[in-house]
Each structure stands twice: as structure tokens, then as C-alpha cells.
């Protein structure tokens, strides 16, 4: 029997209420299975930089953790993320499950978007054509992606409600670009509709996207899931598109939607083709065939450790080389808040429960480096997290009330808790007292700070010295349903222990239904910090500093409050570079960042978070692996260069529930190019421990031939990119638009005639008159280079007339 026999024959065995119930999660992380007729349960599992599994946001089976969403965009390289793609799945199947639910393909509107890290680029072509990498190693291997939010999701702020207003040409030209690559050339088995509305209405219910764009124009056949609990309708998300409602149980749909067929609103035709396409899903997965029960692994294998220190390695991004790298040998110091901390993904839904983490100082002493280390400054946007054990008593209410339900222990003061809890404790309805003792261990005013999804407040010795109870209020933690961190300071003494209690209390949350807390510990570094930095940086040959941000900033919930680097690590810089001219910053971001004190360093590299290998990866470039990576983001000299910095709120962060897209097409280069104020970096840019030369320009038909000479005395590699310039248009179009690159290793002295072929669709633009893509007759340039603004190869591209259907 065929794949679409045997589905359509076991949906057509279905009661309506059978059906109805695939429509549905059963709990936050699988469909309901239907025993009657065999049918077991389809299983999910985030997210973008690997497989988180079953379990809570914290503290789940571990999994191997793959660089983040803009390391994967400064590869540039899709073959290797047809190869992560690949060992993502077999890291999904570690877990048991059928479906990731990744890649993240939002674009880089602004600098500041919580979620920036996650994403691959401010480009579309870039992101679309990774996009379609990643997707197919994955389902290459049976299990199915699904790519997310679709659409309009470019910021963390009023994240569930707000209304991104994007015209549809720019819509079409930019944020629909990697979707509809996905679909149409990588076949992706699953969708995500974002959490934000889009022109006003839901995504989640938006019957233009999901009907006539994502199934009508692109001829979409999968499946399109909510966000978690992102859908709020019943009527409206079934007619409009939407076949899951997600995380379960169902809010809107089973009996309600049941009710809903029967007075006519919803047709139990439509019901049909949506539990369709569920078990289509399923078919693809193997989840028809799976009847194992949940099981999750640890599979810690060499080949992804192997895998992952290389892609951190092409990732990284050499901004400025002053000679001073690679690294030859002399007295090294490693100084930075990030240098004995693995920084190594964002924060939110992507975070995993890591094998391990490989800290940029410990990838150096394993390679052999002799180091003198000090901290710097503090980096985190919260105070550390207290460590445990801590004892946690939980009561089945909310008032702390009578004797406990349950006893449990917590590795440290946070937690992230939904569904049922040890002993049936409800995660939306408890109260706990979690309980430790804390040995200071130096002398000191120490800061204690809380933040909590839920009522809480925090005892020392007895004495209440933070609470978030009756003056708890909504702030942006834990996907903005937590209130801000709230600080007491404390004197404490030396081998002083203080016994540190902590009550909380879940609340009834508006959007996103868990309850979560973290209370933080710690003595702020000061001056002493940035002294002893700056003699250990003075008595080295060479300074490598370990700088940026962490998860707490580059998170999922919040966006960032702008792009200077967090605390006081731009003064440790100056500082430390007043005393020693060989000073290399190591950034680790999820984004762009100013850097005023650029002209004081010999060399900057980007890392990102590149996952579990990070400090590997990072010892292997700073020792001479060649920096693989190339800017998939503008970096503007300054914030107020980016596109969302005008003096209009509605712009960027939004007003009264709107965020305007004004700019249209022009964000990332698109705009630098129409202000003309040069970036800090520009698109594409990255240096190479050799030398690259680009010569020989040809023009065939629509096929573009060059040269790349490595010119420099060792091997190397380097992006060719080729950007289209438009001829005089009915509309304002960039002045340039990558359309083609390509990723090109060559050994020292080698030389390769590269062709990168273009089609019709690179030289139009969106006609929302003629719904097509409208292509006008011409003279069209190309430019080929190394970066958006290095580009000395130039020729012509003559092009007919055409219209392209959507
Ligand atoms: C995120 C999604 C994620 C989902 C499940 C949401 O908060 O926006 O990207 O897949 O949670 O964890």
C-alpha cells in the first residue's frame, strides 16, 4: 500500500473526535496516540543548536550542543550544516523523538533582538540556503524540521502580542524568502507559526500566510504548528491553516472543536485534511511505526565532538589582525570574564543540558599553552545563580500550607517547571520552600537577587530580604512572564555559613502556562579585579581577553538594552591595552557590538557561542586553525547606524502593540548602503591567516566566472560573493543584493575558476499589484568580492523582461 493509502485510509478510520485529537499536543512535548487503531504518539524536541529532549528547559538528559544559530551563519557553508543536520538527527532519535523543532531562519532586523544568536543572518539568501542544508541532512534521515516563526518574529519585546507590520513586497523580498527555499527546495516536513501577529491578526490564524502563501503559492503538504501556546482560537486557527495547536493538553480545540464542527464553523472535511496531514508527518518520521516507549540517551559521540570544535572553528569571525595571530609562543596571558566560563549558546527554548563545556583557558592549558589568568569584571546580567543542593518541599497549594506533598532536591536555586511534578504536584498550582546553607567565602557586600515566573521571596538567617510577593510584577525574565531581578545587598563574612530560604508560589500565568524561579548569589568584582588584570596583562608577551555577553543577555524573552558590551568590560580593555600592545579580544556575542576601543587592540576575533567545543575551537583558531568565519550581520560603528534606531517608537521597540517595518527592504547592508555610513564591519567580512585574490571576470548568460587565488604562503579559505546591482526600477530597490557565494578552501599558491550561476528570480523584485515577481529588462551589475564592501570584480549581466509566478 502506498504511504498516502495507508494514511488516508486510517484518517477515514478515525472518529471526528479521533481526528480532533492529533490536532492537539497531549502534553508539552507529544501528540496523543490512538490505541484503538495503532496509531502511537508523535513526539517533539527542541531546538535549533540540538536536541534538548523530554525534559525541563533545565537540567534534561544531556545532549551534544551545536554552535548557535549566527555561528552556523558565519560558516557560510552549507555542506556543513548539511553534515550538523545530520548529526542532529541522530541526536533527535537519542531522544526519541521525530520531529526538531529548528531550524530558527527570523532575520536580523535590528542588533538587539533577544534572539539574535539564534538566527542565521541578516540576509535572506544566506539564511535560505543554510536553511535548506540544515533541513536536508536532517530528514535525510527521517526526522522532519520544522522551520520557525513563520513570520514576522524579528524582536523578544511584547513577544506574544505584539503586531509586526511589514509590507508585503518586503515580506515577499526578505522575511518569507527562507521559508519559501524551504519549502519549495528542501521540502521541510513542518512549520511554525510565530508567536506575534502579523498586520493584526495572529499568524497562528492568518489565512493569507498558511492558506494562499504557505500552501497555496509554495504548495506547502506538511504540517504547521503553533509556538507554544501561541494559538488562541478554534474556529479561526483550523479554517485558517493551522493543524496543531501546541504544547498540549489542548486549550482551544477537542471538545471545542468538536462543538465547533457540529454548529457548522469549522467542516469536518477540514478537520480531516488537518489530522492528514499530522499522520503524513508521522508516516515521514517512522513515528507511525514507532511504538517504543519515550526513552532518552546521553550519546556523547566522538564523530559530533569531532564535528562541532571544526564548525566552531569556521564559524569564527577574524575581525582585525594586527600579526599578532596566530599565537607563536612567549609569556601568554588569558585575563576576561569569559575565559574560565564556556560561553557556548543563548538562553531561552534553544538552551540544552550540554555533555559538557570546554572553557576558552582549558582549550588552551590541552593544548599545551603555559597561562597566567585573571577574571577582569563581571559580565552577567544577573547575580550567579546560588549553588545547591537545595532541599525543596512542595505543597499542593499555593499558601505553603499544611504538611509537604513532596520532597525534592535542586542541583541549584533555579527552576523551570511545568506539567506534573514529583508526587503529582501541579506545576501551575504549588508552593515550595527550598532551603540551603551558604558558606561565604570571602568577606564582602554580597548581592542576592531574585526573579521568578510565580510569587517569591527569599530568607537569610531568618531576616526577609528580597520578596517578589506583594510587590511582584511583570518584567522581562522567563519569556517576559517574570518579574525583573529584584537585589538586597548583604555583608557576609568569610567561612561565615547563612542558611538561605526561599518560598515560592506559582501564579496563574497570562500566555505561556509554567512556573520558574532563580535566586542568585554573588560578591561584584571591582577595581581590585581590573588592577590585578591589568598587571598580569603587563607582565605577558601577548593578552588574549575573553569579553562579551552570555545567555542571560542573548536570550530568548528579552532584547537587548543596546550593543555596548555589558559592565565594565570596555574600560578592562582600555585598561589592560595601556599596558601591553599585543592585546587580542576574543568576543563572544550573539550579535554585533560597538567597539570603542578598536584602534587600542592588535587583533579581534568572534567566536559567538559555539557550543560544547568552544574553548577547543577557540584554542584551535588563536594557535593557528585557519578563522573560517564571515559576517552574516552588518556591525555598525555605532547602535544609532542600525536600522531601528530612529526616533520613532513604533519602528523599534513598537508602540500601543505595533512594530512599524518601516525600512522595508533596506535592513542590515541594504540600509548601510542607503545611508552611506560605512559599518564598523561590513557584510561578509572576515580575515584569513593567508591572502585571497579574485581576478578574471566573465559574464556567460547568467552565469558569473572568477578566479580565487590563495596569494598568501599558507592554506586557507575564503566566501566569494556575488552581489547583483538593479537597473533604473519602478521601485526603490538596495543598491546591491547578495545573490550567490560560495565557500572555497584553496592550499597556498592554489588557484580555482569558480562559476556561480543566477536565474531570473535574482534580478526581480515584488509586484504586490501583479502578485509576481516582476523582472525588468536590462543591464544588470555584478560585483564579486569578499565582502559587501569589498568587491573589485565588476561586470554586466544583460537580462530580458519576465513575470515569475509566486
Ligand atoms: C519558542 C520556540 C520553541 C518553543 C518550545 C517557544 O518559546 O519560541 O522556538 O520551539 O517555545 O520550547
Known amino acids: 500500500m502506498t504511504q498516502i493509502a495507508r494514511i488516508t485510509n486510517l484518517v477515514d478510520a478515525m472518529t471526528l473526535a479521533e481526528q480532533v485529537s492529533l490536532l492537539s499536543g497531549a502534553d508539552f512535548w507529544s501528540l496523543p496516540a490512538i490505541e484503538r487503531l495503532n496509531v502511537p504518539k508523535l513526539r517533539v524536541t527542541d531546538g535549533p543548536n540540538g536536541a534538548r529532549g523530554g525534559g525541563s528547559l533545565i537540567g534534561g538528559v544531556k545532549s551534544a550542543a551545536f554552535p548557535v544559530g549566527i555561528a552556523l551563519g558565519a560558516t557560510w557553508n552549507p ?36 534572539r539574535n544568536f539564534e538566527c ?17 541532512g536532517l530528514q535525510a534521515q527521517g526526522v522532519a524540521a520544522t522551520i520557525k516563526h513563520f513570520v514576522g518574529n524579528e524582536s523578544e519585546i511584547e513577544r506574544t502580542s505584539i503586531s509586526s507590520e511589514i509590507d508585503e513586497r518586503s515580506l515577499r523580498e526578505v522575511y518569507l524568502v527562507p521559508f519559501e527555499a524551504a519549502v519549495k527546495r528542501a521540502n521541510t516536513w513542518a512549520v511554525m507559526s510565530s508567536y506575534n501577529r502579523l498586520g493584526g491578526i495572529f499568524t497562528s490564524e492568518h489565512a493569507w500566510l498558511l492558506n494562499t502563501v504557505l500552501r497555496g503559492d509554495w504548495g506547502f503538504d506538511g504540517v504547521v504548528m503553533s509556538d507554544w501556546f501561541g494559538s488562541h482560537s478554534t474556529v479561526e486557527t483550523v479554517n485558517a491553516g493551522l493543524d496543531l495547536e501546541m504544547p498540549g493538553p489542548t486549550r482551544d480545540r477537542g471538545a471545542k472543536l468538536i462543538a465547533a464542527v457540529e454548529a457548522g464553523e469549522v467542516s469536518a472535511e477540514l478537520v480531516r485534511e488537518r489530522a492528514l496531514n499530522v499522520l503524513r508527518l508521522m508516516a515521514r518520521t517512522g ?68 555533555h559538557y563545556r570546554v572553557t576558552p583557558y582549558d582549550g588552551l592549558v590541552a593544548a599545551g599553552v603555559a597561562v597566567e589568568y585573571a577574571y577582569g569584571c563581571d559580565i552577567g546580567k544577573f547575580q550567579p545563580v ?91 525574565t522567563f519569556f517576559e512572564e517574570g518579574c525583573d531581578e529584584v537585589l538586597a545587598d548583604l555583608p557576609m563574612l568569610a567561612g561565615q555559613s547563612y542558611d538561605i530560604v526561599i518560598e515560592f508560589a506559582s501564579k496563574a500565568s ?7 524561579l532563580a535566586v542568585g548569589l554573588g560578591l561584584p568584582s571591582g577595581d581590585a579585579e581590573i588592577a590585578e588584570a591589568v598587571a598580569v596583562a603587563a607582565r605577558a608577551d601577548v593578552a588574549v581577553l575573553f569579553v562579551g555577553r552570555d545567555a542571560s543577555w542573548d536570550t530568548e524573552g528579552a532584547d537587548l538594552p543596546g550593543i555596548t558590551l555589558p559592565g565594565r568590560q570596555a574600560e578592562l580593555i ?42 577547543n575551537a577557540i584554542a584551535d583558531v588563536l594557535l593557528g586553525t585557519e578563522p573560517g568565519g564571515r559576517l552574516p550581520q552588518t556591525f555598525p560603528a555605532r547602535w544609532s ?155 554586466v549581466v544583460t537580462v530580458a523582461a519576465a513575470v515569475l509566478a509566486v
Not at 542565521?120 to 536536508?136: G, V
Not at 570544535?309 to 577574524?318: K, N
Not at 576574543?586 to 559567538?608: C, D, F, I, N, S
Request: hydrophobic fraction near 45%.
Open 79 to 114: 555542506d556543513l550544516l548539511r553534515e550538523i543536520g545530520g548529526a542532529l538527527a541522530e541526536e533527535v532519535k537519542s531522544k526519541g523523538a521525530h520531529v526538531l523543532l529548528a531550524p530558527t531562519v527570523n532575520i536580523q532586523r535590528s542588533q538587539t533582538n533577544g
Open 120 to 136: 542565521y543572518s541578516e540576509d535572506p539568501i544566506l539564511t535560505a540556503e543554510l536553511a535548506i542544508s540544515y533541513i536536508t
Open 287 to 354: 513515528a507511525l511505526e514507532d511504538h517504543s516507549e519515550w526513552a532518552e540517551r546521553a550519546d556523547d559521540r566522538p564523530e559530533h565532538r569531532a564535528l562541532i570544535r571544526r564548525a566552531g572553528a569556521e564559524a569564527a569571525v577574524l575581525l582585525k589582525n594586527d600579526g599578532v595571530l596566530p599565537l607563536v609562543g612567549g609569556k601568554l596571558a588569558v585575563i576576561g570574564p569569559n575565559a574560565k566560563v564556556a560561553q557556548i549558546m543563548g538562553g531561552g527554548s534553544a538552551q540544552l543540558n550540554a
Open 386 to 476: 546560588l549553588p545547591g543542593p537545595l532541599k525543596m518541599e512542595m505543597f499542593f497549594n499555593r499558601e505553603l500550607a499544611g504538611q509537604p506533598a513532596a520532597v525534592d532536591e535542586l542541583p541549584e536555586a533555579t527552576g523551570f517547571w511545568f506539567g506534573p511534578l514529583k508526587g503529582g504536584v501541579d506545576a501551575a498550582h504549588f508552593s515550595a520552600r527550598i532551603s540551603t546553607r551558604f558558606e561565604a567565602t570571602a568577606t564582602g557586600v554580597w548581592r542576592l537577587g531574585l526573579r521568578a515566573a510565580g510569587l517569591a521571596r527569599v530568607f537569610v538567617d531568618g531576616v526577609d530580604v528580597v520578596e517578589a510577593w506583594q510587590s511582584w510584577s511583570r518584567g522581562t
Open 510 to 516: 497570562d500566555t505561556l502556562a509554567f512556573s520558574a
Open 574 to 615: 582600555a585598561a589592560v591595552a595601556a599596558v601591553n600592545p599585543n592585546i587580542v579580544v576574543v568576543l563572544q556575542t550573539g550579535g554585533p557590538v560597538e567597539m570603542p576601543w578598536l584602534g587600542e587592540v592588535a587583533a579581534v576575533l568572534q567566536a559567538w557561542y559555539p557550543g560544547q567545543e568552544a574553548g
Open 641 to 795: 547606524d542600525g536600522v531601528t534606531q530612529t526616533q520613532d517608537p513604533e519602528i523599534y521597540p513598537g508602540l500601543d502593540g505595533r512594530v512599524r517595518y518601516e525600512e522595508g527592504v533596506f535592513i542590515g547592508y541594504r540600509h548601510a548602503d542607503l545611508i552611506g555610513v560605512p559599518p564598523l564591519f561590513p557584510f561578509g567580512f572576515g580575515l584569513s591567516y593567508t591572502r585571497f585574490e579574485l581576478a578574471d571576470l566573465t559574464v556567460d548568460g547568467t552565469e558569473v566566472s572568477v578566479t580565487l587565488r590563495n596569494v598568501g604562503d599558507r592554506s586557507g579559505s575564503t566566501v566569494v560573493q556575488l552581489y547583483v546591482t538593479p537597473v533604473a526600477s519602478a521601485v526603490a530597490r538596495p543598491a546591491r543584493e547578495l545573490k550567490a557565494f560560495a565557500k572555497v578552501a584553496l592550499a597556498a599558491g592554489a588557484e580555482r575558476r569558480l562559476v556561480l550561476g543566477l536565474t531570473a528570480r535574482d534580478f526581480a523584485w515584488f509586484c504586490v499589484e501583479r502578485r509576481a515577481w516582476v523582472v525588468e529588462a536590462g543591464r544588470y551589475g555584478v560585483e564579486v568580492g569578499q565582502s559587501a564592501l569589498d568587491l573589485p570584480l565588476k561586470g
